[in-house]
Antibody
Framework: QVQLVESGGGVVQPGRSLRLSCAAS????????MYWVRQAPGKGLEWVAV????????YYADSVTGRLTISRDNSKNTLYLQINSLRADDTAVYHCAKGGGGVISSVDYWGQGTLVTVSS | DIQMTQSPSSLSASVGDRVTITCRAS??????LAWYQQKPEKAPKSLIY???TLHSGVPSRFSANGSGTDFTLTISSLQPEDFATYYCQQYNNYPLTFGPGTKVDIK
């Protein structure tokens, strides 16, 4: 079965950097676009970034462009999200998610998420 | 960017009720719409893609339709496990955008 397990979250001071990881299993990772979606405490879902199956195409939400970098290692079945210059409004649960297929797709599976708290 | 709205923002219903949630896109998105269910402290679960296609394992009491700008999600007979927040999302183009959510709770 599909499993997506995020790690790397924690409490971080404003201005610092963090790298989140998502270990994928149960499907052919290299064949699927992958997403990061975040959810601030008590708020709705916010799409953050997507990377194509081969890593050649990346798109970001306007709110994070320039500070976040999505990447993947298909040899390790792992997705990453580098967050720089962390701000208080980056505090959220970050979910890794699998694309259903196609150039642009909905999500078909979600990870449980990893909590990032930005606080001094 | 395409803005997604949902109505109502919340509703109270009883087990067995028929419930309908509406989602509207600020511009046409063909059928590139998904619905997700999220329970408190849990990851979202994918219910519907392509506006009306149920993901594998989703109970048949869930149905959805629409195209262009107006979409609906219907639960034909609400079950205890259906009390949750429901989000629509467009994937017609980037940036992908979600609706604000509709919370369904127990009357």
């Amino acid at each position: 079965q599909v499993q997506l397990v995020e790690s790397g979250g924690g409490v971080v001071q404003p201005g610092r950097s963090l790298r989140l990881s998502c270990a994928a299993s149960g499907f052919t990772f290299r064949n699927h676009a992958m997403y990061w979606v975040r959810q601030a405490p008590g708020k709705g879902l916010e799409w953050v970034a997507v990377i194509s199956s081969d890593g050649s195409k990346k798109y970001y939400a306007d709110s994070v462009t320039g500070r976040l970098t999505i990447s993947r290692d298909n040899s390790k079945n792992t997705l990453y999200l580098q967050i720089n210059s962390l701000r208080a409004d980056d505090t959220a649960v970050y979910h890794c998610a699998k694309g259903g297929g196609g150039v642009i797709s909905s999500v078909d599976y979600w990870g449980q998420g990893t909590l990032v708290t930005v606080s001094s | 960017d395409i803005q997604m709205t949902q109505s109502p923002s919340s509703l109270s219903a009883s087990v067995g009720d028929r419930v309908t949630i509406t989602c509207r896109a600020s511009q046409g998105i063909s059928s590139w719409l998904a619905w997700y269910q999220q329970k408190p402290e849990k990851a979202p679960k994918s219910l519907i893609y392509a506006a009306s296609t149920l993901h594998s394992g989703v109970p048949s009491r869930f149905s959805a339709n629409g195209s262009g700008t107006d979409f609906t999600l219907t639960i034909s007979s609400l079950q205890p496990e259906d009390f949750a927040t429901y989000y629509c999302q467009q994937y017609n183009n980037y940036p992908l955008t979600f609706g604000p959510g509709t919370k369904v709770d127990i009357k």
